[in-house]
């Protein structure tokens, strides 16, 4: 009984749902810079001058951001590679 139930509720829900949405059409030339653990030191620099030269339109920025606790400093870093109006994603990590 317990069984047909079950079976009855998956039914009944996959029935009822929806598929995917369409695509989102996107910018077959879209760059996307993923990064993480940076800190901010020399190293992070040029990380940020690659994306930069590479021409990246966004990052995404996987937690680790800054040791030392500064996010000011941090926030500088990318601003005067990649400027204050650069799209900079970040996720806690």
């Known amino acids: 009984m317990l ?3 079950l079976a ?3 039914e009944t829900a996959l029935g009822r ?3 995917a949405p369409d ?3 996107t910018d ?3 760059k996307v810079a993923f990064i993480g653990d940076t800190g901010n030191g020399a190293g992070f620099r040029r990380v940020l001058e ?3 030269s590479e021409g990246a339109h966004l990052v995404l920025h ?3 951001f800054d040791y030392d606790g500064n996010a000011r400093k941090f926030l500088q870093t990318i601003d005067s590679v990649l400027g204050p109006t650069f799209p ?3 996720s806690v990590g």
Request: proline share 12%; net charge negative; no cysteine.
């Open 3 to 5: 069984a047909a139930l």
């Open 8 to 10: 009855h509720g998956l």
């Open 17 to 19: 749902a929806q598929g």
């Open 23 to 25: 695509p989102i059409p």
């Open 28 to 30: 077959p030339e879209l």
């Open 50 to 52: 690659l994306i930069k």
């Open 62 to 64: 996987q937690g680790d």
């Open 88 to 90: 900079y994603l970040a």
